[in-house]
């Protein structure tokens, strides 16, 4: 269970290293499109420019999840989908603010 977790652990903080980057080409979308194309570039846009980023300018790091038994896929593939389980809550947090307030 040790060793489970410890992977886990290891994906979340890949995870959290690529939020920043989508994040903020996020909010770039949310300032140019608005909130409609906040939501797509959130998604999924963001996140795959994030990765594009790391494998550009970390691709050594990938090197440390290998060594720790995790592959490239499964870091993208759980990356991805925690990327999509945040932004749905992101977006119903905003979008229940936006309501409670307009």
């Known amino acids: 269970m040790d060793k489970f ?14 939020l920043v980057i989508t994040l ?5 979308g949310w300032v140019f499109g608005g909130f409609e194309s906040f939501k797509i570039i959130v998604v999924i ?3 795959w420019i994030s990765i594009l980023m790391k494998e ?3 691709k050594n790091e990938y090197l440390f ?5 995790i592959s490239k896929f499964k870091l993208l593939i759980s990356s991805f989908f925690m990327n999509v389980v945040f932004s749905v809550l992101l977006i119903w947090i905003v979008n229940l603010i936006k ?3 307009a």
């Open 24 to 28: 903020s080409v996020s909010l770039l």
């Open 65 to 69: 999840y290998s060594n720790n038994g």
């Open 5 to 18: 977790f410890r992977k886990q652990v290891n994906i979340f903080e890949f995870y959290k290293s690529t």
């Open 56 to 58: 550009v300018n970390s």
């Open 99 to 101: 309501h409670l307030y």
């Open 45 to 47: 846009l963001g996140f």
